[in-house]
């Protein structure tokens, strides 16, 4: 089920609950900071790079 599908703005946070594994996907992969359980997972990807990741309840688990 989609969670989350939109933009937000500079400095703009969004949570989102789903149970693992989820897939998180952006136009602007270094904008996206991921947080899973509680862990840092990171910058989803390079800035201005789109990027699709697949996260476990542990961090991330594929690419895309």
Do not use: W, Y
């Not at 989102?16 to 996206?32: C, F, Q, Y």
């Amino acid at each position: 089920a989609l969670a989350f599908e939109g933009d937000l703005t500079i400095g703009a946070t969004r949570t989102v609950r789903a149970t693992p594994p989820v897939t998180v996907s952006a136009d602007n992969a270094g904008a996206v900071q991921v947080v899973v359980g509680g862990r840092d997972q990171g910058r989803l990807g390079a800035p201005d790079q789109s990027a699709t990741k697949v996260f476990s309840r542990g961090g991330r688990t594929a690419a895309q």
